[in-house]
């Protein structure tokens, strides 16, 4: 289209309505590419998904033919165990016919031997009736010479018999001589015992004693120096001035007497010297 200006004419071209063509066009050719691909890609997932079906019959089939063919295998391996088997059985029963067939041979020959061992024997029976005879002639004289022999062993067992009965005797006397051993040791044992109680008690009273006598021995040196402390020169005191003192008053001993304490004299020995001559 063409429009005029103001300052004169000039020329112009609008472009949107061939580009709204064109785009339109586009759009169209679009619509029907996405329609074809659509339509093809129905055909094609149809196709696809039978193709898929017949993928799982096919490996459907394959499955039942390997588990027919492990089954046939199976088949096939048992098939050969049992003709192992029947082979092994087949040699052990030709094995054991020819051990039989020996056997049978072994006993035709046993058989054979048996034969000429009963000839043998025969004729060894004829010697052994005459030997026989003989045997009984010689059992009955040996049968007398038992019998006497048997006699005699009854006598002397008649005589043993006494001798068991004397050895009784015998038995018995030594059982109450060992009855009175006995009583005799039990009354051993009891004065044994005894012998150690008072043996006891002696040793206790000993140490008892022992124990006196060391009280007493420190009882005679106390006493001992008790009697040198009075012996000794003591300084002259007041009493023999003839003023009052506490002598009179005094215990035996003090410092202030001139005399010493007259000792206690016992008539009765010193347990000590008891104790000792004990």
Do not use: H
């Amino acid at each position: 289209m063409y429009t005029l200006g103001r300052q004169g004419s000039r020329r112009t071209v609008n472009i949107w309505p061939g580009f709204v063509d064109g785009l339109a066009t586009l759009l169209l050719v679009v619509i029907f590419v996405l329609m074809v691909f659509m339509i093809a890609q129905f055909f094609l997932s149809v196709a696809l998904s039978g193709r898929d079906q017949a993928l799982q019959r096919l490996n459907a089939e394959i499955d039942e033919l390997a588990d027919l063919l492990a089954l046939e295998r199976d088949a096939n391996a048992e098939l050969r165990i049992n003709v192992a088997e029947l082979s092994s059985q087949l040699q052990d029963s030709l094995a054991e016919q020819e051990s039989l067939t020996d056997q049978l041979r072994g006993l035709m020959s046993e058989r054979d031997s048996l034969a000429s061992q009963l000839a043998d024997a025969q004729a060894e029976a004829a010697q052994s009736t005459e030997e026989l005879a003989r045997l009984r002639e010689t059992l009955t004289e040996e049968q007398d010479r038992l019998d006497a022999e048997r006699q005699r062993l009854n006598e002397a067992i008649a005589a043993m018999e006494v001798n068991k009965g004397r050895l009784q005797e015998a038995l018995a006397a030594i059982a109450a001589q060992k009855a009175e051993l006995e009583d005799a040791y039990k009354t051993i044992d009891a004065d044994k015992e005894r012998i150690e109680t008072q043996l006891a008690e002696l040793a206790i009273l000993k140490s008892l004693r022992d124990e006196m006598m060391a009280k007493l021995a420190q009882a005679d040196e106390a006493l001992d120096a008790q009697t040198e402390m009075t012996t000794r020169p003591r300084p002259r005191s007041p009493c023999s001035t003839g003023r009052s003192s506490p002598c009179a008053s005094s215990l035996p001993g003090s410092p202030w007497c001139s005399r010493p304490p007259r000792r206690k004299t016992s008539s009765r020995r010193s347990p000590s010297r008891t104790w000792a001559s004990a």
